[in-house]
Each structure stands twice: as structure tokens, then as C-alpha cells.
């Protein structure tokens, strides 16, 4: 497995994980395929780019919290009811700002009334806080702060992350007197927005740049055999504490607890197979039936929070039970986020041969975009396999990590392209010309095309690509550009 040193090569930040000289061969067969250069060079550095910094999005319900992240996405996705109660799919969206991309956690407004307002936006924050790398906290502007809001910069302050004070409901010059007042928060200046408006966000979104990190604080691993973090992650009661208690060997992690209830995230140091690893749980939310929406949105976050703190994310799934919409949401979660992924399939010792059969084919239709993630079937309960959950996460972030030299990666796509060239549409055949991987963590390749690549012919070349170098357990993103219409150069 590679080591995890930071490269401290110049060439390597600018040209993504291009060394200089593979990187001034690549330019050179870019200009003789008649490329903008400046566009080729753009497009290497963006999907180079490591994992995007997060900006957390904070603050009490009914202050416009999923307006204001609408309008910093610049499209209409996060729920904006004033019910509450409103569950979400996604919680974490990318966006861009000047040039700079980033990811933006929405908390949403959920109000729970049976432990009190306090509690839920204290949970909903704390578990938002953890995954950031710095924090906008709204506030409404026309009704000034609140207790809660005191609570909130009670938990901002304790976590120290960077934060950018959002005076929210600044229609015009008139209210910018009431955002003035929230300068007693102590959090610094207040910026006055109208989220609705668009008022006042760009110069709320250039202080969020200067607050966020260009990558994120946190680095992978603490160098030559650091632990590497993992996730465990599945919908409510899949057995996830179960597993963290068999693994460490005692018990580590609370497993019965109420849904909702605040406590910092379990990250556990647990020797397994020779080797340390740090594992971040994200059980401690079960269902009880009148809060059920919203446990399903607090599960929601804090999976969002623990993805992207790990490396990897150790997929639990109930064998016992029909896989579920909901299993189906927390593996796209973990394959947008960009993690090196494993499928555990738990209470396998509760099954019979009938069972076993259905499951096998929920699998290959319901997981089948999934085929590449190593699987493993375990019993928590009994122990049953364990030892064969440390190479599957060994052999994902192996992929996760594994990069193509260029030469041979268009050796290959030469060879791929002569045998399999595109469908022709509209009398022409467009080409895949060359192509190098920019970075990994996961493998990011770019290609660069004679015309429009066909989805379906995207999908052929990165079932190709696996066939022929590997990428198991991690998932795989491929950009393609197209050559502008100009004369090529001779």
C-alpha cells in the first residue's frame, strides 16, 4: 500500500499528480492535437484537485438556512418548506464560487419538539461542525438573537472552526441597522444578506473563500503507517455499534440510545490484523416512531459528517431484510463523496437457503452500479468472518490510491479506441485522442475527445479501465473535453 506523505513538488500541485516531465510530454501531444493549452492545463488542475473543503451551513429553523444554500449552489435542491419535519435525501451539495469549488452542508430547520428546539439545532449543528472546514451561521437579522442562537455560538466556539457571521433577512439599506446588533454575538462582523434576494452574497461568499481552507484540514493518515479512518455507515439498527464493539473486542460504543440525542462522534483506535485503524462510528440513532422523520434526517447528517472524515466507508447492510431505498441512498452517498468503499452484509448467520437466493438477486439489480466494491458477509453478533474485513478495506483503498502513468494509459486507450471505436451519430465518429489521470483519491482521469463521448460509451471505458488496471473498491471519475472546431497545428 503507498505511503501518505504530502508531496511537497510544486509540479505536482500545479499539473494535479502529473510529474513536470510527464506533464510537458502530455502538452505536447495536446498541441499537436490542436488543443487550447490554457483549457488542456484548466482541466488537469481540475480534476486534480484533492477532496473539496466543506462549508457547513448553521443556525436555528426559519432563517433561511436552505434558501441561503439554494442560492449559494446557484440552484433550487435543498427543501425550503417551513413544515417541520421535512426528511432530505442529500445533505451535502458542491458548489463554486470565484473559481473555487467546494462542498456545502445544508442542516436544514428540522424542529424536534419533544426534546426541545435547543437539542435539535445543538445535534443538527455538532454533527454539521465535525465534518467542516469552516462554518456560516445564520442568523435572522429581524429578530436579533436568541437563546439558541446563544447556544449555537456556544458549539462553534468549542469546535474553533472558522466562522462567517450571516445576518439573513436584510431586504434593504433599512435593515442593515438590525444586522449591526448581531456584532454582540462576538463572532465578528455580521454580513447582511437577503437569501431570497441574492442581496448581499457575494460579498458574504468572498468571506467564506477567505475562511475556507484551498484544501481541507484534514490530512489522510499521519504519514508512513498512520491510521487510516474508516467509516461505518447504514441505516438505523443495520448493527453498526454491534461491529465496533466485536472488532475492538469489548464495549466501546453505547448501542441502544435515542434518536436525536447529542454526544461527540465515537472515533475508536482499534488493531486489527497487525494494524491500527481509526474507526468513526455513526450508529446512535434508532427510531421511535414519532420522531421517525426526523432520526431519518439527523442519520442522514451525521453519515454526511463521517464520510467526509474517513477514507473509507464500511457499508453495512441488514442480509436479513430486503435491501432498501434507504441502503441504496447511503451507497451513492459514499460513491459521490469520492471514498474507497466496502459492503458488509450483516446477520448473514440469521439466513436461510431461500433468502440467500433473493438476496443474491436484490444485489445484482439493486447494486449492481456497485459491482467493483469488495463484499464481505459477517455476523457482528457472532464474529462470524471478521478476519476478512481488514484485506477488503486494504484492497479498496489499494484501488483508491492507484495511479496509471500516462504513457500506459494511452497505450491503452489507443488499443481500446482501434477495437471499439465510437457508434457513429450524425455522420461523424467522434474519438477518444488521449487521456491522462489526474489524480487519485479516487482515480480522476481527464480525456480528451474529437467530439461528444456518449454516456453509455463513458461507462464502457470505465468498465474497460477496471478490466485492465484494477480499481476495486473505489469509485472512478472521468471528465471528457472536446476539441474546439479549429484547424489543427502542424
Partial sequence: MNDHIPSDSSGEHEHGELGDAEYAE????????????????GAIEEAGHGPLPVLAVVGRPNVGKSTLVNRIIGRREAVVEDKPGVTRDRVTYEAEWSGRRFKVVDTGGWEQDVMGIDASVAAQAEFAIEAADAVVFVVDAKVGATDTDEAVVRLLRKAGKPVVLCANKVDGPSGEADATYLWSLGLGEPHPVSALHGRGTGDMLDAVLEALPEAPAQTFGTGIGGPRRIALIGRPNVGKSSLLNKVAGEERVVVNELAGTTRDPVDEMIELGGVTWKFVDTAGIRKRVHLQQGADYYASLRTAAAVEKAEVAVILIDASESISVQDQ????????????????????????????????????????????????NVSARTGRHMEKLVPAIETALAGWETRVPTGRLNAFLGELV???PHP??????????FGTQAGTKPPRFVLFASGFIEAGYRRFIERRLREEFGFEGTP??????????RGRKK
Wanted: net charge negative.
Fill in 329 to 376: 441512498r447511503i451507497v451513492t452517498m459514499a460513491v459521490e463523496a469520492g471514498r474507497a468503499m466496502v459492503i458488509a452484509y450483516n446477520k448473514w448467520d440469521n439466513l436461510d437457503e431461500e433468502r440467500r437466493y433473493y438476496l443474491e438477486r436484490e444485489i445484482e439489480t439493486e447494486f449492481g452500479q456497485v459491482a467493483w466494491a469488495p463484499r464481505v
Fill in 418 to 420: 482501434a477495437a471499439h
Fill in 26 to 41: 502530455f502538452m505536447e501531444l495536446a498541441a499537436e492535437e490542436g488543443f487550447d493549452l490554457q483549457d488542456v492545463g
Fill in 424 to 433: 457513429i451519430r450524425g455522420g461523424k465518429q467522434p474519438r477518444i485522442l
Fill in 476 to 485: 472512478i471519475h472521468i471528465s471528457v473535453r472536446v476539441r474546439e472546431k
